[in-house]
């Protein structure tokens, strides 16, 4: 029997050996091929007598099943080590940095956002978004707005004129979204509610006036919605935009000449820190104006207004960006200034809803 | 509208304090902008200087012993140093106690040692209480002043001063009385009744006048009297003291009775030095040219536009604006002649903003005097010149007026509900509009509403709505919920809002930053972008470099980016997506999304990282910059890149080899990009790398309608995709486009995409060669292919390639 011992040293001295996968798989073909040593004596074992198959065949089989397993053994291990040590090759630094994503770099300028947060709440009132031009005709921008002519209240609005046509026409840049209003009425039968984003302009600046800036405003038309409905919109409005849970406001008699009655409203708040606080407080500010549809600008929309009835508000979008996200001058909202713009505007992805929230 | 506490109390009766006062003007619509409760003033009183003694070590300083009353110090005399070199014995003037703050010289006294010596407050002088600009010395009392007493209360000082924020609409409360009338209709006390001035008169004032006019609605009355033997002297301190508190600079009686008269009744009145008059007033046009040197001592060239009052002299004032300076009334003044007039507002508000001239009597005229009152003015202006200055009145000589034709408006009571909700009942409404001075004629629910004179505002029943409500209170109005139009609101912007919306977000998910920029733009600029017509002027510009609106997205943009290089931020990407201007039509106005990339800022960040070699960037932006964020804005908006054609060459603003336009079909141009012309840049005066595009939003076609939301059926074939590579030696002006397009169409079933990813020219390939190099990616459908196939399918790719473009396959 001190053959397959003698064998079985010196292979399980060879695969011990066997440094590498390539070592360990010259062992097994030299031991398990073919030709290999085990294999041969393998192959003695027809040539047996059945005693001799009991006791030297098994021995012979213990022999190769030993061997096998010491190879599958030594192999595993070899290949762990190779594992081991590719890992180790490859491994980098990872504190050096990588690029940011787009999306996150880019921004949103807040007056795209507020508009966006503005959808929102009123999309979900039945509020669709109406728009217009900026280049106005007069009769638009005034007198179907019910300011006559020569109306003290007209250089209330410091407009913007172009140069008389041919005609001697003279075009105005839109002191107010309301030509929107009498787009709207000409275009679309009642009931309407419509909500008014976008550029006004007026000759003015300073750092709360900007000869460029933004209104919004809205317009209900209908047979029935008055003073109070109008009350519940803007109150509903005001909690959703600023979110907060309950916010105190007054309405003030005053004048528009497009409004009959016509309102200043102001919102209570905490003045007394850098930032204005909703909700709270015991200080007024003015936020918007409103008031019932004039029955003349209803005429100029074509409608009756014995008939129909409704009302309209309008208020500062860059104004109510400011109270809402603290940027101090308006007169940076039209810089461009890129530091400007990372700092108070909005990632693209964070889209203003009902369901996710209005800000994040 | 400024106006005192006191003024008010002469027209109203009431107990209100002063904060209720100012909370129910608010709450009538009467917005008070301001209070000087004048708590300032309170703390000084009036203190008599006892002995004024040389201070022991300093030669100008004296040690005042003042008797300040029992009040004060237990009524022992207080020790002060005071350095007034008027400073005296027997003089009686205004002290401040320490803890006082002295508004003049915004200091608030503490107990002082002045070289060793104690002071225990201070004798002020009128600049310390802001009260004149005089610092020569302290204030001296006269002698009989009450010592211990408020030294406000005997200066007039402690009457509080409101100012309100008057709407335009609102004539009737330019004067204190019209306020007091609103107030007392509000339940805040009884107007009081102004007893009819009664005076007698002599003979009939002499000067004829006329009104010689085309448009009789320009003058349409004209009250005028002669005053004689009048002594013009300063105003009583009194009348001094309210139109100082107000604002206003007393100048002589007669002079301070007009503006008394156009605060307290608002009824602007002039005075005419009847001596300076030289034959008839007569109320005309201005003749073209004609010249007129006014109160403010300025002369005004006049238009036939503007009404004037004018005699043998020529132009005496400009009606309802201002009085001329030539015949004023001064000290010397001994016969005046009283004016009181009518004029158009809107007249009187295009003469005003022509002229440049703003006066207390031009914002009453343009918002309406009440003309019922023009006589009555008159009547009482004379009896306050007969009270103050003496003088003899002669009769009014009174032309044009025709009366007041009263405005009526038929009311029904339940309009009140209709349009603000509130539950006011009619009884209340009649009271309310009785007390604001309208006549209520008729009973029940529908009735007739006279207009009161002063009243111009007044048109229909959605305004006496509004009186009934401001009245009976706006607080009143309970928030009322709208029905919702549908349970669950659908979609509510349009396609263009939709993209506008989608174009903002694609290109700031690319990692740049949306600007707002200015619509209006300086002309060179416009220009040079196609713009600067003349119907886009601005005749009014707020600035001369912000003058046309803008023809395109970029010149704003530009400037923008290099403004930002300026302050040392030169890797910036920025977008707008907003309005561009090609004519004044509504149409005209484009929705444009734009973008401008600087410097290295492309789409995967700016500057260097250490690994840019394997992952780009570092690399200045280039016209390809460009291109993916224009096709990323299409692509966002939902157009079939299939149908997107890029054809070679952009507007004269680009460079002319480094620029594309993006079509749709042979006519819809959707944008342009690329790299800018040189010259543009130049002009501009911005520098860098820098590439742009705009995306014309507005251009773009509706989606088609589609029947379903259903997407069609995924086929998936089941035999493996597989990629070849083709090279092909093409002339170096053949555009890799052509290369692409053939290949796709060499087999539109099998071949599903074609990628270029190699383009090399070197002398190599010959003089005036290029070589591009294609990944041609291939889905079998049927079965898998086999050598021959793909032999057929390699040679038609480079038999279509060779017919279109004259390329050969490369060896």
New interface residues.
């Given amino acids: 029997m001190s053959d397959l011992e003698n064998l079985k040293t010196s292979l399980l001295a060879e695969i011990a050996g066997a440094g590498d996968e390539a070592a360990i798989e010259a062992v097994r073909v030299a031991a398990l091929g073919k030709k290999g040593s085990v294999s041969e004596l393998l192959k003695t074992l027809g040539t047996m007598s059945p005693e001799e198959r009991q006791t030297r065949g098994a021995a012979i089989n213990a022999l190769k099943n030993e061997i096998t397993d010491a190879i599958t053994d030594r192999k595993t291990v070899l290949k762990d080590a190779a594992i081991e040590a590719r890992l180790k090759a490859e491994t980098v630094d990872v504190s050096?940095?990588?690029?940011?994503s787009?999306?996150e770099?880019?921004?949103?300028?807040p007056?795209?956002q507020i508009v966006?947060e503005i959808?929102a709440i009123f999309?979900?009132?039945?509020?669709?978004?109406a728009?217009?031009?900026?280049?106005e005709t007069d009769y638009y921008n005034f007198t179907a707005l019910n300011f006559?002519?020569?109306?003290?209240?007209r250089?209330?609005h410091d407009t913007?004129?172009?140069?008389?046509?041919e005609n001697g026409e003279?075009?105005v840049?839109r002191t107010h979204t309301s030509p929107v209003q009498i787009r709207t009425m000409e275009a679309q039968k009642p009931?309407i509610?419509i909500i008014i984003p976008g550029?006004t302009?007026r000759?003015?600046?300073d750092a709360t006036h900007s000869?460029?800036f933004h209104q919004v405003e809205g317009l209900?038309v209908d047979r029935?919605?008055?003073?109070?409905?109008m009350?519940?919109?803007l109150?509903e409005f005001c909690k959703a935009f600023f979110e907060v849970d309950s916010v105190t406001m007054?309405?003030?008699?005053?004048?528009f000449p497009f409004t009959?009655?016509?309102?200043?409203v102001d919102i209570q708040c905490d003045r007394s820190g850098p930032i204005v606080k909703f909700g709270e407080g015991t200080d007024w500010m003015e936020i918007l104006g409103c008031g019932?549809v004039?029955?003349n600008v209803l005429r100029s929309g074509g409608l009756d207004?014995d008939e129909f009835?409704g009302f309209a508000w309008g208020m500062g979008l860059d104004r109510i960006a400011m109270l809402k996200y603290g940027m101090p001058d308006l007169r940076d909202?039209?810089?461009?200034?890129?530091?400007w713009?990372?700092h108070y505007?909005f990632?693209?992805?964070d889209?203003p809803t009902l369901f996710g929230g209005l800000s994040a | 509208m400024k106006f005192t506490l006191s003024w008010l109390k002469d027209h109203l009766e009431t107990d209100a304090t002063l904060n209720e006062i100012c909370e129910r003007l608010?709450?009538?619509?009467l917005?008070v902008e301001d209070v000087d409760d004048k708590a300032a003033y309170k703390p000084f009183v009036i203190a008599r200087v006892l002995s004024a003694e040389k201070h022991p070590e300093a030669d100008r300083l004296k040690v005042l012993m003042v008797d300040a009353g029992p009040e004060v110090n237990g009524g022992k005399p207080v020790q002060i140093v005071c350095g007034a070199p008027n400073a005296r014995a027997g003089l009686v003037g205004a002290l401040a106690r320490p803890g006082t703050y002295v508004p003049g010289i915004d200091v608030t006294l503490a107990v002082g040692k002045i070289r060793g010596v104690e002071s225990h407050g201070m004798m002020c002088s009128e600049k310390e209480l802001n009260l004149s600009e005089d610092h020569t010395g302290i204030i001296d009392l006269p002698a009989d002043a009450p010592v211990g007493a408020s030294f406000a209360a005997y200066a007039g000082l402690d009457d509080p001063i409101i100012e309100i924020n008057l709407?335009?609409?609102?004539p009737d409360c330019t004067s204190i009385h019209g306020i007091a009338r609103d107030l007392a209709a509000a339940g805040l006390g009884t107007l009081k009744p102004h007893a009819k001035p009664s005076f007698k008169t002599e003979g009939e004032t002499p000067v004829g006048l006329k009104i010689i006019l085309d448009d009789e609605r320009l003058c349409p009355g004209f009250g005028l009297r002669l005053v004689r033997g009048v002594k013009n002297g300063p105003s009583p301190v009194w009348m001094q003291q309210r139109l100082k508190a107000i604002g206003l600079r007393p100048i002589n009686a007669l002079v301070d009775i007009t503006n008394y008269m156009t605060f307290d009744r608002g009824r602007p009145m002039h005075v005419f030095d009847a001596a300076k008059v030289k034959g008839d007033l007569i109320v005309r046009r201005a003749l073209e040219g004609e010249t007129v040197l006014a109160l403010d001592t300025r002369e005004y060239k006049l238009n036939p536009g503007n009404v004037v009052i004018a005699d043998d002299n020529g132009v005496e004032s400009i009606g309802g604006i201002m009085g001329g300076e030539h015949s004023g009334c001064d000290e010397k003044t001994v016969d005046v002649l009283i004016e009181s007039a009518l004029w158009d507002?809107?007249?009187i508000?295009?003469s005003g903003?022509a002229l440049g001239i703003i006066t207390d009597a031009r914002y009453r005229f343009?918002?309406g005097a009440d003309p019922e009152y023009m006589v009555p003015g008159l009547d009482r202006t004379t009896e306050l010149v007969l009270e103050l200055c003496g003088g003899t009145a002669a009769e009014a000589r009174v032309v044009g007026y025709k009366g007041y034709e009263p405005k009526v408006v038929d009311f029904p009571f339940s309009e009140v509900?209709?349009?603000?909700?509130?539950e006011v009942s009619p009884e209340e409404s009649r009271e309310i509009l009785t007390r604001l001075g309208f006549t209520v004629e008729g009973s029940g629910e529908r009735v007739s509403v006279k207009v009161p004179s002063w009243r111009p505002d007044i048109d229909?029943?959605?305004?006496l709505?509004?009186e009934v409500?401001?009245i009976h209170g706006?607080?009143q109005?309970?928030?009322?919920?709208?029905e919702?139009?549908?349970a669950v609101?659908g979609r509510?912007?349009?396609m263009l809002?939709v993209r506008t919306?989608l174009a903002?977000?694609?290109?700031?998910?690319?990692?740049?930053?949306?600007?707002?920029?200015?619509?209006?733009i300086p002309e060179d600029q416009a220009k040079l972008f196609g713009g600067g017509s003349?119907?886009?002027?601005?005749?009014?510009?707020?600035a001369a470099d912000?003058s046309d609106?803008r023809p395109s997205l970029l010149p704003?943009?530009l400037t923008?980016a290099q403004?930002?290089a300026d302050?040392g931020?030169g890797d910036?990407a920025?977008f707008e997506?907003?309005?561009t201007?090609e004519n004044?039509?509504?149409e005209?106005?484009r929705r444009v999304a734009g973008g401008v990339r600087r410097g290295t800022a492309s789409?995967?960040?700016s500057g260097r990282?250490?690994?840019n070699a394997a992952?780009g960037?570092g690399k200045p932006v280039d016209v390809f910059d460009a291109k993916a964020d224009a096709l990323a804005v299409v692509e966002a908006c939902g157009l079939p890149m299939s149908n997107i054609q890029i054809e070679k060459g952009a507007p004269a603003w680009y460079h002319p080899g480094r620029s594309g336009t993006i079509k749709m079909g042979p006519k819809v141009v959707l944008g342009y990009f690329g790299e800018f012309h040189p010259k543009t840049l130049g002009a501009l005066d911005v520098s860098g790398a820098l590439c742009g595009f705009e995306v014309f939003l507005d251009a773009m076609p509706d989606p088609k309608k589609k029947a379903s939301r259903t997407k069609p059926a995924l086929d998936l074939s089941p035999f493996q995709a597989v990629k070849r590579d083709y090279a092909f030696v093409v002339a170096s002006d053949v555009e890799a486009g052509a290369i692409v397009k053939a290949a796709v169409t060499a087999d539109r079933k099998l071949i599903t995409g074609v990628n270029v990813f190699d383009v090399f020219e070197g002398t190599s390939l010959g003089e005036g060669r290029k070589s591009v190099a294609i990944e041609v990616l291939i889905q079998p459908v049927e079965r898998t292919l086999t050598d021959e196939d793909f032999e057929a399918l390699t040679a038609k790719i480079v038999a279509n390639v060779e017919k279109t473009t004259g390329g050969m396959l490369r060896a």
């Fill in positions: 050096l940095p990588v690029r940011s787009p999306a770099r880019g921004r949103i300028h007056i795209s966006d959808t999309g979900d009132m039945g509020f669709s978004i728009e217009g031009p900026d280049v006559p002519e020569g109306h003290p209240a250089e209330m913007f004129f172009f140069q008389p046509d003279r075009k840049l009931p509610r550029k302009y000759q003015d600046s000869p460029m209900v029935k919605s008055h003073v109070g409905n009350r519940w919109i109150e007054r309405f003030r008699p005053s004048f009959e009655p016509s309102f200043e019932m004039h029955p207004p009835q909202f039209f810089n461009a200034d890129v530091r713009m990372n505007g990632r693209p992805l889209m | 608010t709450a009538i619509g917005e709407t335009p609409n609102r507002p809107i007249n508000a295009k903003r343009e918002r509900k209709r349009l603000t909700g509130l229909g029943k959605a305004d709505v509004e409500m401001r706006v607080d109005i309970k928030p009322e919920a709208i919702r139009l549908a609101n509510i912007l349009t809002q919306r903002k977000r694609t290109l700031a998910s690319r990692g740049m930053l949306e600007a707002v920029t200015w619509s209006f003349n119907s886009l002027k601005l005749a009014n510009p707020i912000m609106m704003g943009l923008a403004r930002n302050k931020f910036v920025i997506v907003s309005g201007y004044a039509t509504p005209g106005q789409l995967n960040g990282l250490w690994s992952k960037g």
